[in-house]
Every structure is written in C-alpha cells, then in structure tokens.
C-alpha cells in the first residue's frame, strides 16, 4: 500500500491553545514542525472558552500574585495537585498573557487602560483576562495570526511559507509509531478525514496536545473532537494516565430545550453577580457551604452582595465556591425535589445586572439563549444544570519539560494530568495551554539535540493501516452500529460514572464496558473511505471505550469523595488518599491501575497555608515531618 509519508523534526497533534502555543515554540527554536488537527484549523476547544484566562497580574486588586494564584488552585485541587505544576503555572501565566499581547491579542480593559480581570469561582481576587464571554476566540486567532506570521518570515527567507511549519487539517492520528516495543517515538499515523487517505509522519518528538474525552458522556459542554484520542494514543504508546476518576462536571450546562441539553453556560454569569435559585426563588448556596470552605465564604445574602463592592471587609457569594461544589449542590437541589421544571434550577442575572450591562458584559450567553431557547436573560432567568466539561486526569508528565514516560513523547493541555488536581478551576485552563503548551516545545526540542532520527517499523505501519480498515471487514457475527454503541456508552457513563457515584455502580459500568468493548469487534460501516463519519466514529469508539475503561477503574478505586469525584458510598475525603494517585497503564491483560506516593509539597510551597487549613487535607505523618 502507497502512503503519504512527511519528515518532520516535531509533530504536534492538536491545534487548540496548548498545540498551537508549542508549535510556535519549536518553530522559533528552528525545528521542522508539524501540526495535526482532526477538525478545521481553527476548530478546537480552546475557541469556545467564554470566561476567560487566570493569571495573577493585579490589574483589579493590587494584592494579586503567584502566590495567591497557586494556594487557590491547591485549594481548588484539594491539594492532589502536582504542586510543581501549580506553581510554574501561578508564576508564568501572567507573562503568557502579555505575551499574547505581542502577537495582538486585545483584552477588555480598566478604566485606566489595563487588561481587565473578572470574578471567578475559587479564585480570591478577579483575575480572569478576558474579552467578554468569547475569551478563546482571541486566543485562537491571536495564536493562528502568531502562525502565520511565522510563515510569513519562512516564505522570506525559503521561499516556501510551510518550510518549518506547516498545518494538516482534517487529519486524525490514529496510532503513534516507535522504533522498538519499548523504544523511542519514531512518528505518528493518520488518515485525511475528506478522503480517507493514510499518512505517515516520521519524528523523533510528538506532543500531545489532543484534549479532553467528554463525548463518552451523554450530557456533556464538549464537542465531536473530545473522543479521548490523545490519552487512548499516549496508553497505548507506554505512557501512564493518572487522576482518571477526576472529572469536572461544570455546574451551569443548559437543560432546556433537549437538543441543546449540555451547551455551557459561562461561569461568568456568576462571576459578574449571576445567583442561583430553586424553583421557590431561594438562593440555595448558603445551604451547601462545607467545612473546609466556611471561614472564606459569606452566610448571609448581604455579605455577599456587599462583596462585590467591598471585598476586603466580606466574604465571597457561596455560588463562587469552586465547581465541583456548586454542581454538587445544584444536583441535590434537584434530587431533593426543588428543581425546575425540566430538571434543573435557576440562574438569575436578569435580577442583578441592568439589561445593557449584561448584554455587554455576556454577549454570547444573550445570543445563545435567545437563538437556542428563546429566553431573554436580561429579563428572565436561565434553566442550567450539570454538564461533563473538563476531565482532571490525562497523561503522566514531567512538570518542567511536559515529558511523558514515553522518550520522545510530550503532552499538554487538557490531555495531560496533573495540573489542577482533583479540580480544575474556571480560567486556569487557558493559562494551562499557553504556560505548558511553552513547556512542551521546549522540552521537545531539547529532547531533539541527542534523539538522533529513530525510525517506524514497517511492520506497526501496516498494523496501524490494518486496524483502521477493520470497521470494513467486522468480526463473524451481529454487526453493530457505531452511533447506536456511541449512544450505550454514553448513557452507561453519564448514569453509572457520573457526578455522584457508588462503588457498586462503577463496577457494573464496568462490566458493560467490558461487553461494549465485545461487541465493538462487529463495529460495521458501509461504504469506502472516502468521507464518512460512520468509520470515523468507529475508529474514535475504540478510544472511547478504552478511556472509559480507566476512569470507571480508577473511580472504583478511589474510596473516598474529592473534587471531580462523588462516591455516595464513601462521602468523606480521606487524608492518606491524598497522597495517592491512581496511574493507569496498558499491559497485557488490558488496563490495570497502581497506586503511586505523591511526591511531598516543598516546605517554603507549604508555608504558603495556615498550619489549620493543611490539617484539614494532610496526614498527622504528613504534618509531623
Ligand atoms: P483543544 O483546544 O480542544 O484542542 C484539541 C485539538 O486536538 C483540536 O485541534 C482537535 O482537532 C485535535 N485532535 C483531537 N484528537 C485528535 C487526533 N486523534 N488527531 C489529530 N488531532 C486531534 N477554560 C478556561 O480556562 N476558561 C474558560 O473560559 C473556558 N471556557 C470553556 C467553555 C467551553 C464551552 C468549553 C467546552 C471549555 C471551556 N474551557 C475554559 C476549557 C478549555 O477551553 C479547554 O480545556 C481547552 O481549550 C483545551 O485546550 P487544548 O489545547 O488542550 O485542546
């Protein structure tokens, strides 16, 4: 079989905020690089972020800094963060920010000319740069517009504007390459989704930069893309996933009408005042403060609206408690019988921000709700309730160079682990992308100087083509849908996988994973390869399944409650967990899952907290030394 083959120095797959911030980092280091996306350039995740990005530059409160950005992230992580993480990307993130500036990106702004910052949940001070609620978007084409300035200064001096970076859109990787079972990465496989073309890319460095896997959900915030790829191809290549029972479930999704059930509703409703009420019109929240939470946190509704003027002199509104608290909330809201009409609750602005005043502060959420539901928000209030947003876990990296365990493989972004913990909080995503995505091109590209040029075995590229015609030639027997296997596997995740879970539920998820996964042998498609989203999903299912796989594994395993995981049989959070992390891996009997040692928190990192707030996370041995 002929394939189309490409030399590369660097393949970065994934074009969001995290691919794209190293592929500029490895292009200005000179290396030849590749980026891969599997849908339109331009198209990811990263596009569709509202809120904003968090970064500590002090711009609203002057008391803003790393520090206070990384004990809000720990706090939010419940401490099973990567400290080392958490603290280069509280102290980077401000200088990636205005960087963006130096490619062109143009934030909101104070009155006296600074980046603007908002109100965000779990964060002490605002600190969300931001243009309205369609932050990603000048994110993406500021990082596109840095892209082709690049390209621009290639054609210059080569004559050729792809010379060393050059974009394949509308190509899946299906299958890293190595040069020997447990060797180094050699490249990567894919096809062009219009006309099924196989490719090869031949490198020494990859960096994953893939995303989330929120599409095995059934009510989910993500789109078609977030099918796992990243981690399914990072397991498969030898690298471990860690934190997979993490899983953020943002609290305010859409609920109303079903064909947009999931579609996110920014935090910054809630940022910018937005209240959350019952069907009685009770502001609920107050009723769900927890413990570790309560001396931060106001009690009554005038201290909270006080807050918004006066923040020295009050406590914050308990609707800006981090996320996997408010979603925990509003779902006993609604378990409890005090939800709305099409199972959720309400979230109000209309009450608290004049109609201009949200109309410019929330364009998108004004535009989405009137197209979409044909709710005028300045007026009436929102239906919302939980929706899968963000997975916590992802590949197993070294926090200064985004080295996987894997030689020559990177990743970062959401595909990568670590970072935020138990919990992500809103805004630390996109600083994410940008402190890492750096991260990774650099390491990249060290790890360039003494790789050489390993080679693909012939042999895996002929596996890798044959497994991908497989939806083609099924297995004997009932053949089966993809899209009808697609819709199982999300209902099996969202009811027996999802917010609040129990140990007996994630086991018998787990024994329809295991008879999905059978029958995802008979996966059936018709036709050839020439566009069609039949074998696309086909292909894409089997990453699912494997994903799932692990975090119905790790979630069974973790037996206590934190952050993005609710067990109702083990409601409490267990000091000695803490210091645990579940790491998946890929032997040959499928997914098994070790119990890794935290490493311990740096002493002058741990100074940061009162001695009270570490007792509440840390174990007496833990404290002791
Ligand atoms: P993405 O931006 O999703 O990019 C992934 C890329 O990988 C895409 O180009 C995709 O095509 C490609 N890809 C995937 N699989 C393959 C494959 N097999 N082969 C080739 N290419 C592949 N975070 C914040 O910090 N602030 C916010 O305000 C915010 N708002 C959000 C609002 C919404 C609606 C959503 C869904 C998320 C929001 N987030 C926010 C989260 C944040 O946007 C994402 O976590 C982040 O953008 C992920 O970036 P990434 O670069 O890791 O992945």
Not at 187 to 203: D, K, M, N, P, T
Not at 498 to 519: K, M, N
Not at 594 to 606: A, G, N
């Amino acid at each position: 079989m002929r394939i189309e083959q490409h030399d590369y120095d660097v393949i970065v797959i994934g074009a969001g905020g995290a691919g794209l911030r190293a592929a500029i980092e490895t292009r200005e280091r000179g290396l030849r690089t590749a980026v891969v996306c599997k849908s339109l350039f331009g198209k990811a995740h990263t596009v569709m972020a509202e809120g904003g990005i968090a970064a500590s530059m002090g711009n609203a409160n002057p008391h803003d800094d790393w520090q206070v950005h990384f004990r809000d992230t720990m706090r939010g992580g419940k401490f099973l963060n990567n400290w080392r993480m958490a603290e280069l990307h509280a102290r980077e993130a401000p200088e990636r920010v205005w960087e963006l500036e130096t490619y062109g990106a143009l934030f909101d702004r104070t009155a006296d000319g600074k980046i603007s910052q908002r109100n965000f949940g779990g964060h002490q001070y605002p600190r969300l740069a931001h243009v309205g609620d369609r932050t990603g978007l000048e994110l993406i084409r500021t990082l596109q517009q840095k892209v082709v300035s690049l390209q621009q200064a290639d054609f210059a001096e080569h004559g050729d504007h792809e010379a060393r970076l050059k974009v394949f859109p509308e190509c899946t990787v299906t299958d890293l390459l190595k040069d020997a079972p447990d060797g180094r990465i050699a490249g990567a496989f894919g096809y062009w989704r219009e006309s099924g073309r196989y490719l090869l890319f031949r490198a020494p460095a990859v960096v994953l930069a893939t995303g989330g896997i929120g599409k095995s959900f059934k009510v989910t915030s993500n789109s078609w893309e977030y099918t796992g790829d990243g981690h399914a191809l990072a397991l498969r290549a030898g690298a471990a996933l860690i934190n997979m029972e993490f899983v953020q479930f943002h609290p305010t999704g859409m609920v109303w009408p079903p064909s947009v059930k999931g579609i996110l509703v920014t935090e910054s409703v809630r940022g910018d005042g937005g209240v959350l009420r019952d069907a009685a019109g009770r502001r609920f929240m107050f009723d769900h403060v927890p413990e570790v939470f309560k001396d931060a946190y106001a009690d009554t509704e005038d201290e909270a609206d006080r807050w918004y003027e006066d923040p020295e002199n009050n406590r914050r509104p308990p609707e800006l408690l981090p996320r996997d608290e408010v979603a925990r909330a509003i779902n006993t809201e609604i378990g409890e019988g005090r939800g709305s009409e099409h199972g959720g609750v309400f979230l109000d602005i209309a009450t608290r921000l004049s109609p201009d005043e949200i109309r410019r502060r929330l364009p998108s959420m004004h535009h989405q709700f009137r197209e979409l539901a044909d709710v005028d928000i300045t007026a009436e209030m929102m239906e919302v309730g939980p929706t899968c947003h963000y997975v916590m876990g992802g590949v197993e990296v070294d926090p200064d160079t985004a080295a996987s365990g894997v030689p020559g493989l990177f990743a970062a972004g959401e595909v990568a682990g670590g970072m935020h913990g138990s919990n992500r909080l809103g805004g630390n995503s996109l600083s994410d992308l940008l402190v890492f995505g750096r991260r990774a091109g650099i390491g990249a590209a060290d790890h360039l100087a003494g790789a050489g040029r390993p080679a693909p075995r012939e042999s895996d590229v002929d596996d890798a083509a044959r497994r991908a015609e497989r939806p083609f030639e099924p297995a004997a027997g009932d053949a089966e849908n993809p899209y009808a296997l697609h819709a199982e596997l999300q209902q099996v995740m969202n009811d027996l996988v999802g917010i609040i879970r129990t140990g007996e539920q994630v086991r018998d998820a787990l024994r329809r994973l295991r008879e999905l996964d059978g029958r995802a042998r008979h996966l059936a498609v018709e036709g050839n390869r020439q566009f069609n989203p039949g074998w696309h999903l086909a292909l894409d299912l089997r990453n699912m399944l494997l994903v799932s796989e692990c975090v119905a594994r790790a979630a069974v395993q973790r037996t206590e409650s934190r952050g993005g995981h609710t067990r109702d049989d083990h409601p409490g959070m267990v000091a000695e967990w803490r210091r645990t992390l579940l790491a998946c891996s890929l032997g040959r009997d499928g997914v098994r899952v070790d119990e890794q040692r935290q490493p311990p928190v740096r002493p002058d990192l741990l100074e940061l907290f009162a001695a009270d707030e570490l007792r509440k996370y840390f174990t007496d041995e833990e404290l002791a030394g």
